[in-house]
């Protein structure tokens, strides 16, 4: 038997989300979007059956990058699905997997391999996660193998609510939707919590209004780094404001259709080209190392002499190698580690800029890619010939520079963004903005389809 059959018969087995028999409104779209996001945010705050956590500053970045929240039962987030995506599409693009995903039975095994593993992915997460300690205390061997149960069934879950939103039932995709939901409820808790935190409100608003009628005007402004503060609050508004800037700078090629006159419109090439991603990766890459320090801090008796790469405290790196790599205190104490704020920024721009040149490599978004799909998609650019060295050359005159300039922008703006304690991180604001547009786009198509009869099919839905 075949590999690729082995990896279909296995899909086949895992539970699977069906697609809609017939296309649903609008409104029942949003009922479904609406019930997901509403059982995602209720497990993100349902606590592991008796996990004393101890780790979630080490794991910050993951709980944004991964929609996760440590100790509950989204402990997970979309890890699995994310990692298992990334590493199908990394395969396909790098051509380690020949795949034609033009062609029913490469997408079928496309598919099947993406879902195959991913529920591997959710089985060795679960169990590496408990038995490595990292998430927190879990006493007995009994008490381990109920908190694994929980972590893949929830993960399950997960997987599943993402199948059914990607399948029809709902709006766009359960991981954007999920990362948008965790996103802007850490934002929304940064700005609005009253919920008292060692004798103060934790939400800049309702603690400035508590100052503000005590007559504690100074408090507003040296408010300390570990809450919520003016500056954050500042940050984030002027944050949002220059991502939303740059998400509509972009280089227009005019294009027009071999195959039906009259038909024109332009390929865009935004500045933000490789959007997020070399920013997730480093920080995947940065929360990676942090993770398996902290496997090695637990057990440092297997693994001794392990000052030079790191020292830590409650979970907290406090030393060594990966203490320059990590972020600092917000501002002003990072004015007190301004070593630690050098080395970090420089590390998350240069290799921001590295990942944004890998990665444009290996998904398909280079010169000779895009080139070759817009031909494939029976378009050319007016006054060049519809040959792929033609229009290659000239996207390789926009395309390189944009994606370097894209990974440095990008960089910059995590490493600012952390320094300034912008609510939801930099990268949070750059995925929350990202996919509320996404979202906007489609709330537009949707219902311009139901408006008018038939358009559906030219805006290629479901």
């Known amino acids: 038997m075949k590999g690729k059959d082995v990896i279909n018969r296995v899909a086949g087995i895992l539970p699977e989300v069906p697609k809609p028999a017939r296309k649903p409104g609008l409104t029942e779209k949003l009922i479904w979007t609406g019930l997901a996001v509403v059982l995602y945010l209720v497990m993100a705050q349902i606590p592991l059956y008796k996990v ?52 029913a039975e490469d997408q079928k095994l496309f598919a099947s391999l993406t879902k195959v593993l991913t529920f591997l992915f959710i089985i060795v997460e679960a169990v590496f996660y408990v038995v490595s300690g990292v998430i927190g205390t879990v006493g007995s061997p009994t008490i381990a193998a109920i908190v694994i149960i929980q972590l893949i069934v929830a993960s399950l879950i997960v997987f599943l609510l993402d199948q059914m939103i990607q399948k029809g039932w709902g709006l766009g995709s359960g991981i954007s939707l999920f990362i948008l939901a965790g996103i802007s409820m850490q934002i929304m808790l940064d700005v609005f919590s009253p919920i008292p935190v060692s004798g103060q409100f934790f939400g800049y608003i309702p603690f400035a209004i508590n ?74 890459l940065i929360a990676d190392a942090q993770f398996f320090f902290l496997i090695l801090a637990k057990n440092a008796s297997l693994v001794p002499h392990l000052s030079w790469l790191g020292t830590e405290v409650n979970g907290t790196i406090t030393g060594g190698l990966l203490y320059y790599i990590t972020s600092p205190p917000p501002y002003p104490a990072a004015l007190l580690h301004p070593l630690q704020v050098v080395t970090y920024s420089a590390f998350v721009i240069v290799l921001s800029v590295v990942f944004a040149r890998m990665w444009v490599d290996v998904s398909g978004m280079s010169a000779e890619k895009a080139a070759e799909n817009l031909l494939g998609s029976d378009l050319q650019v007016p006054g060049f010939r519809t040959t792929r060295s033609s229009v290659s050359t000239l996207l390789q005159r926009y395309i390189p520079t944009v994606t370097l300039f894209s990974g440095l922008l990008i960089g910059i703006l995590a490493a600012t963004s952390s320094i300034l304690n912008v609510f939801g991180t930099g990268i949070g604001l750059l995925l929350a903005i990202d996919i509320s547009i996404s979202y906007y786009q489609m709330l537009a198509q949707e219902q311009m389809a139901s408006m008018i009869p038939g358009l559906g099919g030219i805006l290629g839905e479901r």
């Not at 780790?55 to 989204?74: D, K, P, V």
């Not at 979309?78 to 033009?102: E, F």
């Not at 991502?243 to 006159?261: A, D, H």
Request: no cysteine; aromatic share 10%.
């Open 52 to 103: 004393i956590t101890s780790t979630q500053s080490a794991l910050f970045f993951y709980q944004i990058i991964f929609a996760a929240n440590i100790g509950t039962l989204m402990t997970l987030g979309i890890g699995p699905i994310v990692t298992a995506g990334l590493i199908t599409q990394v395969l396909v693009g790098s051509d380690l997997l020949r795949l034609d995903l033009s062609n």
């Open 211 to 284: 100052e503000s009628i005590h007559r504690a005007f100074s408090s507003l402004i040296s408010r300390a780094s570990s809450y919520p503060s003016l500056i954050g609050f500042i940050s984030t508004i002027i944050f949002i404001l220059v991502i939303l800037y740059l998400e509509g700078v972009r280089i227009e090629i005019p294009i027009s259709s071999s195959k039906f006159r009259g038909y024109s419109a332009t390929y865009p090439i935004k500045l933000l080209y490789v959007s997020n991603i070399p920013v997730i990766l480093v920080s995947a």
